[in-house]
């Protein structure tokens, strides 16, 4: 059947799909949960909240607490305090994808975590949330946004930021606030209307706004939710939630609720390693091992070339903007090149210091980014990459990898690689990635009211100075590390 705008048989099903969503909401138990389940999403929220910390320590996001002003709350701003809970939600989504660290998922194409996570903490710091109910909110967020996610096909040139999650945040904020399964229904339609058909390109060139879709998102979960509690509204028609399907591209409402098999989305979601765009990931992987391996010459003039052999959709982030960091985090030409050159792909990677090293900025200049027809024919099951070194007075250096780094299918992070990753994350803030860790496994298991954020991880201190320019220490990175070539 050619199902065009507004049609009701879309509508009707639209509608049916979003009830048995709002049911399996309302009945999660969180203790139930299969212990691999539990474990992994401990795992992922551990991950964005610290995440979350180091992206609200950067200059922008202090600057942006600044600039909104707050008399106090219920909720907590992460790096600043108590904070009305629409406003934190806000803060600390913007700040959990400030640095392209936060989890993500290629199966149902987005980050579920930071668009949905925040607006259930502040829900559930608000109203004095159990524990365990905040847990069964929060995996209800996660799963919920993340079937809109899969069901969603979006027009090309769209971003998945500020588009469907906020499905799944309002959602979990129904569950925190204890509204029965009509209204989580009704909150999830709600919901539907409140989106944004955000442009890929604002990321690519760093745009201001690309950080701000995921506060939009987990504030738009919090509005749907209040209004749904007011018990005021209809049951779900599949009218709002029809936006989906106009504003966004294709949405498959069979997808919504097929399954739901053994294994929750939250398994398909990859912990990323680098501080750039997961489609730079496996790019990054094949350049830190050139370098690993001593093929990159100390003086960086003797690279002829780098040529990037990549799929297509990383062969998109072939631009060379750099004049925010954004715009850095989603360049491969700059994120390679400051891989070969300093073995860095942190939030250091994109300091502005980086970013203005002539050594590198003509190293990205000779970065050429192809699409590789032997890469492209195994997409999707593999994202590999193959970087080639054109040296002077030297052979060619190649370096290829099947998949990323901490590829969920293939080698999940472990919590150890994540321990690793909060240390350094949170370690120049003076934060205690440990006692991170303690305060998410505690309230996992907790049987009582969710202890506040505010009282760990309110207020931090200022970060260390930006690192020198490269250009001032690369002599040094090479004598010290031993790993770059004196080809």
Known sequence: MNQGPGDPDRSTALAGAIRELA?????????????????????????????????????????????????GGTATALGQGRSPADRAAWLNGAA????????????TRGHAPAQTMFAVLAAAEEHRADAAETWAALLVAHEVASRFGRACTLRPGLHPHGSWAATGAAAGVARVLGLTAPMIAEAIDIAGGLLLAAPFSVALDGGGARNQWAGFTNHAGLVAARVAA?????????????????????????????????RLALHTDFVKQHAACGYTHAVLDAAL??????????????????????NSTSADLAGLRTDSRLAAMFSLPFMTAVALTLGETGPAATSPAVRRDPAIRRLAGR????VDPELEARMPLDRGARVTLVRTGAPDAVAAVSNARWDPRHAPATWDDVRGKARRLLGPLGIDAERLEQWVRDTAVTRGPLPALTDEFGAFGTP????????????????????RSQE
């Open 289 to 310: 091992q050139l370098r690993a391996a001593g093929a990159v010459p100390v003086d960086l003039d003797r690279i002829e070339r780098v040529i990037v052999g990549t």
């Open 230 to 262: 007011t018990g005021q509204g209809r049951p779900p028609t599949g009218a709002m939630a029809e936006a989906l399907h106009l504003a966004l591209g294709r949405l498959d409402t069979a997808a919504l609720t097929a399954g739901p098999d053994d």
């Open 23 to 71: 049911a399996w909401s309302h009945e999660l138990h969180w203790p139930s949960q299969p212990d691999d389940t539990r474990d992994r999403f401990t795992l992922l929220v551990y991950d964005t909240l610290a995440v979350t910390l180091a992206g609200a320590g950067t200059e922008e996001n202090r600057a942006l607490r600044t600039v909104w002003p707050s008399a």
């Open 367 to 370: 970065v050429t980014v192809e």
């Open 464 to 483: 260390a100075e930006e690192p020198p320019a490269v250009g001032e220490q690369t002599g040094a990175i090479g004598r010290e590390s031993g790993t």
């Open 96 to 107: 959990a994808v400030s640095l392209e660290l936060d989890p993500a998922s290629r199966v």
